[in-house]
């Protein structure tokens, strides 16, 4: 008789989809030879598809079509998803409506434990910590989709001059957000609510710092095209000596793409547009607090740098200016949760190693499994994400097919007999659960209404979709309220 493999997927974003993607079409459900598979997919969004729906810039809307993939996975008859539930001992506190399950619950009703529960927490700078002056790049993110975490509405009609520091694409998404007409962002999917806080804001220039210079961009050429094509807004024109590189530098056939971009500027031109926008390389914040002048709010201390040579890291100068401002928006990257069970405090991310989890001494733990940003950090794209989360796939079914001779091709041991700060001595998979049945609680979660399954995620995105087209765009999100009470009435 095949084995039974029953897996659990804490997290619901694009690692897990493809995690369970590769698994289901690997394992054929038609074959009587094949191990007996069940996926079940745990998430504390109330809707699937983590970074996609609530991380992806609304006007990218090409970006989302990987939720075609998803959603044909999620068609699988062995598939389950429970969406509003936060794996932990403790409540969450980013959301507080989150159904909890303790992981012990879910140990012990699988065989095997992946988690893809991404980075949820923004990497701070230690120089200017969150404040009534600044503030983390995923709350303006996660305010703009509509994000379950409920983040505050940014004060756009109070201020004129916003800086963001860090020089990545989410710096850029935000920029173009914030710099781009509400009559042409009204089509995409950003909430009524947004737009019009969009279009009482007064700010007039974005100033977007960098430690390093144009040839250390994180942001793709992509990105940098879309703000040089910005019709309401145009760049500050670089000062030349920007461009001047030590003798002998290289640059790839991507850095001398963005230094021509760069050097021709923006298609508006400077001078002709009442919105402004800025690249300020080679600076380090060093101090943020209240403004001695009434023309702005805040004073950012900026050190100037220079590149060590030899390491390539941004070195203070003995050179500081001082930029007025309104805001500064901190986009540093992104960081796994300290409360999740397995972190590494050393990395920012899981214990894990070939997509294994470890004990604290480093042993792999058996059937036990971490993907994506959870595993690797905040790193790559989309395509990235699919690879590793195939390349994980194909370890858990490597260790599902020798389950029975045990030829698993590394020595592993159970959770319990190297344990970590979250888990007891007893806690490990179950290596003979109920072959169907989702934890009780959750079957608690699904009669008291809140816990959300992947019909319910199709009925509300119909929803969304039907409120959209009456309103001339592509969806109308909700958040948790009225997509309960929606379902509630659907019922």
């Known amino acids: 008789m095949p084995p039974l493999a029953k897996l659990a997927i804490v997290g619901g974003g694009p690692s897990a989809f493809y995690v369970a993607s590769r698994l289901l079409s690997l394992v054929p459900h038609t074959d009587p030879a094949s191990p007996s598979l069940r996926v079940h997919m745990f998430d504390r969004l ?18 989302k079509n990987c939720t075609n993939k ?24 980013s959301i507080p409506h989150a159904f909890p399950v303790p992981l012990c619950s879910i140990l012990q009703n699988y065989t095997h434990v992946l988690f893809a529960t991404g980075c949820t927490l923004s990497t701070l700078h230690p120089a200017i910590p969150p404040s009534s002056y600044c503030t983390p790049a995923l709350s303006l993110v996660h305010w703009y989709t509509r994000h379950p975490s409920n983040p505050p509405t940014p ?40 737009l019009d806080v969009l279009s009482r804001s007064t ?9 390093r210079g144009p040839l250390e961009v994180a942001f793709t050429n992509k990105e940098l095209r879309e703000m040089m094509h910005l019709p309401d807004a145009s760049m ?52 943020l607090g209240p403004s001695r ?22 070195v203070p100068t003995d ?15 992104f960081r796994v949760d300290p409360t999740t069970a397995f972190y590494d405090p050393s990395s920012s991310h899981l214990r894990a190693r070939g997509g294994r989890l470890l004990s604290e001494s480093g042993i792999p733990l058996r059937n036990m499994y971490a993907s994506g940003w959870s595993a690797n950090g905040a790193k790559g794209v989309l395509a990235t994400t699919m690879m590793d989360a195939y390349a994980v796939a194909d370890t858990i079914l490597s260790d599902i097919v020798f389950s029975n001779t045990g030829n698993v091709d590394v020595e592993t041991v159970p959770a319990a007999e190297h344990g970590s700060d979250a888990l007891s001595d007893t806690l490990m998979p179950n290596p003979n659960p109920h072959p169907d049945d989702p934890p009780e609680e959750i079957e608690r979660g699904l009669k008291d209404g809140l816990v959300t399954q992947y019909d319910d995620w199709n009925s509300i995105s119909g929803e969304e979709v039907r409120r959209g087209e009456l309103l001339g765009k592509e969806r109308e999100r909700m958040d948790w309220e009225d997509a309960r009470n929606f379902l509630s009435l659907s019922r």
Do not use: C
């Open 155 to 194: 004060a756009l009609d109070k201020i004129t001059h916003l800086t963001l520091i860090g020089n990545g694409n989410v710096s850029l998404d935000i920029a173009r957000i914030l710099l781009t007409s509400p009559s042409v962002l009204k089509k995409y999917d950003i909430p009524e609510h947004v």
């Open 203 to 211: 700010l007039r220039h974005v100033s977007i710092v960098g430690r």
């Open 46 to 63: 109330w809707a699937p598809h983590g970074l996609v729906r609530y991380g992806v810039a609304p006007d990218h809307p090409e970006v």
């Open 293 to 314: 002048s009434s023309t702005a709010l805040a004073e950012l201390n900026l050190a100037h740098t220079h590149l060590d040579p030899s390491t390539g890291r941004a």
């Open 236 to 287: 500050v024109p670089l000062d030349p000596s920007t461009f001047t590189f030590p003798r002998g530098t290289t640059l790839s056939r991507q850095q001398r793409r963005a230094i021509e971009l760069l050097q021709k500027g923006s298609q508006s031109q400077f001078g002709g547009t009442k919105k402004t926008w800025s690249l300020d390389f080679y600076r380090m914040p060093t101090a």
């Open 319 to 333: 050179r500081t200016s001082i930029l007025a401002t309104s805001l500064v928006v901190t986009s540093l990257g």
């Open 70 to 93: 998803f959603d044909q996975t999620a068609a699988d008859p062995r598939f389950r998803f429970f969406g509003n539930v936060h794996v932990g001992t403790a409540p969450s506190a």
